[in-house]
């Protein structure tokens, strides 16, 4: 069976990130709605997952219960969400394949990211600690408010993270392996370019005279760097109108940049400069310099063309791990036997929080939901 890789999956792991944790050990009582090769998935795991892209769509676009009850889609949340759950199965099976587990230091890492979301919202750290206030007095764990709002268990939470954290250290594994070196050798490409825009200042289309002036302009500036390559640094730093672009140039892949700047210099010798102009309507006129790959530019955070700033730590490296892995697990899903049982077509927006393992509330404003058996599970 094919499934893509849904949106979904993201969501929920933003709960491994965000400000979340819980507490909370009893045994699962949920109905089984569906198994992966003969494993089961039980709904506790699979109602969590909708609650959350419910509260998603309605914290985000508004979207009240009886729009997400809409036939299609609630089928498209359910549906996603279903792969979801077959998707960290996959990452399971791969880390496997790959003989790779949780390492010492990845499980501190995740203790200590989960301490930090328990401090962040006045719970208590340290087993004994929490075992005393939260057990035995039986006081409130902020945290376990906090999660079980989601519709998820601290056990959920765990093992979410523990999938994720896995899936990074498959990549780590292909990067110490050489794998995501030669894919950035072979595929990646280093440039510098001078800009010439076709727009003011404003970003309103040249025309006329203006237009053949910077175009004019743009050819002097070709001529000058084809004949004095030296110079193409300063010449960059005089005339070119991409602000973005620092003085290193981009590191990019095919796809990143618009198809006549990448084709351009694909099969140009590195150092040297493009023949001819470059040009992209909406943008300009292009002078580039091919530049050398470096390999240290994989785990440099400004190299990476889609970060964000802002504490984003994604790299070259990250981006070609995440899609070699994405490509494995596309394989293993295909082959992955998936049935769903009669409890899975039962769950609808308005009941999925009674196949929590714990007594819920309407957790989407206006859900009208039954109320949850005794032990939290779907009649």
């Known amino acids: ?94 880390a496997e394949q790959e003989g790779v587990t949780l390492s010492k230091e990845s499980k501190e890492k995740l203790e200590e990211n989960k301490n930090t979301n328990r401090e962040s919202l006045g719970s208590k750290t340290g087993s004994f600690t929490r075992w005393l206030k939260y057990s035995v007095k039986g006081d409130e764990d902020p945290f376990v408010t906090y999660l079980n709002s989601y519709g998820y268990t601290e056990a959920l939470y765990d093992k979410n993270c523990e999938t994720m954290q896995l899936e990074q250290d498959i990549i780590d594994k292909y990067y110490d392996d050489g794998v995501i070196t030669e894919k950035f050798n072979n595929t990646y490409l280093h440039a510098k370019s001078i800009l010439i825009a076709d727009t003011d200042d404003d970003g309103n289309a040249l025309t006329g005279d203006a237009l053949e002036a910077a175009k004019k302009k743009a050819q002097d500036i070709l001529d000058k760097a084809k004949a004095n390559p030296d110079d193409f640094d300063t010449l960059w730093e005089e005339n070119n109108a991409d602000t973005a672009q620092s003085d290193d140039g981009y590191y990019f892949t095919e796809g990143d940049m618009v198809d006549e700047y990448y084709n351009a210099i694909k099969d140009m010798d590195v150092d040297s400069i493009n023949d001819e102009l470059v040009y992209h309507e909406g943008y300009g006129w292009f002078i580039i310099k091919k530049m050398e790959l470096k390999e240290d530019a994989l785990t440099d955070t400004s190299a990476y063309l889609n970060n964000t700033g802002d504490g984003d730590d994604s790299t070259i490296k990250t981006a070609i791990g995440e899609t070699i892995v994405s490509d494995k697990l596309d394989e293993i899903i295909e082959s992955l036997e998936v049935e769903t049982t009669d409890e899975y077509d039962k769950i609808t927006a308005y009941n999925v929080n009674t196949y929590l393992p714990f007594a819920s509330d309407a957790l989407v404003s206006g859900s009208g939901s039954a109320s949850s058996s005794a032990n939290g599970s779907a009649a």
């Open 1 to 94: 069976m094919k499934l893509k890789r849904f949106l979904s999956m993201l969501m929920a792991g933003v709960l491994c990130v965000g400000m979340l944790a819980g507490c909370g050990s009893s045994k699962d009582t949920t109905p089984v709605v569906m198994t992966v090769d003969g494993e089961d998935v039980q709904s506790s795991e699979l109602a969590a997952y909708i609650v959350y892209n419910m509260m998603y769509y309605e914290n985000y676009f508004g979207m009240d219960v009886s729009q997400l009850a809409e036939e299609t889609i609630f089928d498209s949340i359910k549906e996603g969400c279903k792969s979801q759950v077959i998707q960290y199965r996959a990452i399971e099976k791969l």
